[in-house]
């Protein structure tokens, strides 16, 4: 997600007008957990409070827990322990998104009451990521962190259970040690626990999971909510000059003028449109001005301003504050100012 990244964390950034890490927050909230620990790094504290608060938006208390080097995600659940004080647990990836929530899967781990649990989802690239391993009578034999040859297409997401056995993982002799990458892989305590006779289970996840650590997934998840979880309100007047078609979301203190809406769509607040025809499948931040320009399928952050592009803008993530104008007089010559690691495609 660079350059993005170099000025946020990932988990900041929007999908449908909502920061990334407010989807796994309300999944949390949903199934009727109140403590949460938000683990963090060094440098980021101030920035993850400005952001979540103390948790009271969700109905949650939230602690801060600090990761004091990034040795993986083990290592995230284990420096959790001594704020746990011996409960039962759930980790969630702050940059996950299970669609349908996990009601299902937390009802399912406190009915059966099993030292771990692991949901698994069907992936076509499960070698990118942690493969549960079964013997003939399908009962889970290890997990493996990105396997070369995989034997099915079963991988898993970012949500876990478990009881305080966890942690017993990272002591005594055999106890689990980093990968070749230097990170105490999340697999590896499970694995351990099942070798050490504990129960661990594995249950599908029969939603849709989104993983959006990259342009391409970000586009397609911001795709794939606005489709099916948007439910449309309009809260500023448009005129009568401007035509909506579809599912929209306008926010409070916008003005939309001589402009075609075309749904799903969202719009946050006091954002400024006319002469242009906006969606499908875009999200556009607060405070922002579009003009002349035909814009669908992305995702426009606060503060941008687009403005008089001739050709259609489709598949994009503008970040922040960003001003993308044609105003060039040569029209055979583009002009461009651009940070480095970006995409640029005309």
């Known amino acids: ?69 990034p040795k993986g995600l083990a290592n995230v659940v284990e420096v959790c322990e001594d704020e746990l004080h011996g409960e039962e647990f759930v980790f969630h990836l ?16 406190m009915k059966e009451k099993p030292n771990g649990l692991v949901a698994m989802v ?54 689990v040690k980093p990968s070749s990458r230097g990170e105490y892989e999340i697999p590896d305590p499970f694995t351990w626990m099942i070798n050490h006779g504990y129960k661990v289970l594995v249950k599908e996840y ?59 769509l969202i719009i946050g607040d006091n954002v400024v449109i006319s002469k242009s025809i906006i969606g499908p499948y875009i999200s556009i931040g607060s405070n922002c001005i579009i003009k002349g320009c035909k814009i669908e399928n992305g995702v426009l952050m606060e503060d941008v301003k687009v403005k008089n592009i001739k050709r259609p803008i489709i598949g994009s993530l503008i970040g922040s504050s960003s001003d993308i104008e044609d105003n060039n007089k040569y029209k055979r010559s583009v002009s461009l100012f651009v940070a480095e690691k970006s995409q640029v495609r005309i």
């Open 206 to 264: 029969k939603g849709k999971w989104l993983d959006p650590g990259k342009f391409g997934d970000w586009i397609a998840s911001n795709k794939y909510l606005l489709e099916h979880k948007l439910e449309g309100e309009i809260l500023s007047k448009v005129d009568k000059t401007s035509k909506i078609k579809g599912k929209v979301v306008i926010g409070n203190g916008c003005k939309i003028t001589k402009s075609f809406l075309k749904g799903p």
């Open 1 to 69: 997600m660079q350059p993005l990244t170099f000025s946020t964390n990932k988990h900041f950034i929007p999908i449908a007008n909502k920061p990334l890490i407010f989807y796994p927050i309300e999944a949390i909230a949903e199934v009727g957990i109140k403590n949460v620990l938000i683990t963090y790094n060094l440098g980021w504290l101030d920035a993850v409070k400005n952001l979540l608060g103390d948790g009271s938006k969700w109905g949650l208390k939230f602690k801060y827990v600090l990761q004091k080097e």
């Open 122 to 175: 069907e992936h076509p690239e499960n070698w990118r990521l942690g493969v549960p391993y079964f013997d003939k009578g399908g009962n889970l034999l290890k997990i493996v962190e990105k396997p070369k040859n995989p034997p099915h297409k079963f991988a898993m997401p970012g949500i876990y259970f478990a009881d305080s056995n966890f942690f017993k993982t990272f002591r005594g002799k055999d106890k």
């Open 94 to 109: 702050g940059d996950n998104i299970f669609t349908e929530g996990i009601v299902d899967l937390y009802k399912y781990f």
